[in-house]
């Protein structure tokens, strides 16, 4: 077997038996030893937050040994001014990176008012290789806008990305649109969100029939919405419509900055024919 980093992770079971008894089972994981890889999707390359708030940077990677991270400004390294004592990840598992809580030691400057300007949490393991460090700025400012360097390193090796912090603005359209379920009368399609501009978003899918689109601009008579509920779902069942028709869907996002253009990836299906 030639193993890949594709494959780190991965569980094999090996399974004996000889025909007496129950059969006996072991269970082993696979790890490849290579250098770090960033994670590089929307959600967690860009970052929103308006001036005299704070925002959380979020680094994940993918290594094995064990992974730490740098954090950089302008090429010079940014030190932590408060140390973390622990960090909580959220009931969900933390795939979007989000935690319930996070405890800190004393503050590294005087002040006992003002909360410190950068405070990097400890660095936490998500599964037996991925590693996530999130820098924290406080009581941002016009001059804080800009990139920051994530550097992601172990025994093998290093990774680098440069993520931006950037004022609130209107979300990116959703992504990587797919077809779920289709009956004779309904489409269920699921999407990506896009980043969401620091803002909560949510969705709205147009649908119409394929037949009914042309070669002009113009919204066609047929062509229908539909509001996401609850807002930040990403799976919606769109009922109602005729059966054997073939239907085309795109999705796009908004929140209180404006809405973002309709996705690019549209979709297109046929619904079943009613028995």
């Not at 005729?242 to 253009?261: C, H, L, P, Q």
Request: hydrophobic share 30%; glycine share 6%; charged share 20%.
């Amino acid at each position: 077997m030639n193993a890949t980093i594709h494959d780190s992770g991965t569980s094999f079971d090996c399974i004996a038996d000889n025909g007496i008894g129950k059969p006996s089972k072991s269970t082993t994981t696979l790890l490849v030893l290579h250098k770090p890889v960033i994670d590089r999707s929307p959600l967690i390359s860009k970052s929103a937050s308006e001036s005299g708030s704070s925002s959380r940077l979020i680094c994940r990677a993918q290594g094995t040994p064990n992974v730490t991270f740098t954090w950089k400004r302008d090429a010079s390294v940014i030190e932590s001014e408060m140390d973390p004592l622990f960090s909580l990840m959220d009931a969900g598992g933390g795939s979007d990176g989000h935690y319930k809580s996070a405890s800190y030691a004393s503050s590294k400057h005087s002040s006992n008012d003002k909360l410190p300007k950068y405070v990097i949490e400890k660095t936490i393991k998500l599964d037996l290789i991925t590693y996530q460090s999130v820098l924290i700025i406080n009581d941002i400012t016009s001059s804080d806008y800009g990139q920051y360097e994530c550097v992601a390193q172990n025994d093998l090796g290093f990774d680098a990305l440069f993520i931006g912090l950037n004022r609130t603005s209107k979300p990116d359209p959703p992504r990587s649109l797919r077809i779920v379920n289709v009956t004779s009368g309904s489409v269920t399609i699921r999407w990506v969100p896009g980043f969401d501009g620091g803002l909560d978003q949510s969705f709205r899918v147009r649908y119409r029939p394929f037949d009914s689109l042309d070669s002009s601009d113009n919204v066609d008579p047929l062509t229908m919405y539909r509001d996401v509920y609850p807002p930040n779902a990403t799976t919606v069942t769109i009922g109602g419509l005729r059966d054997n028709t073939d239907y085309i869907f795109s999705v796009m996002a908004s929140n209180i900055k404006g809405s973002s253009e309709f996705s690019e990836d549209s979709i297109q299906t046929k619904t079943l024919k009613a028995v």
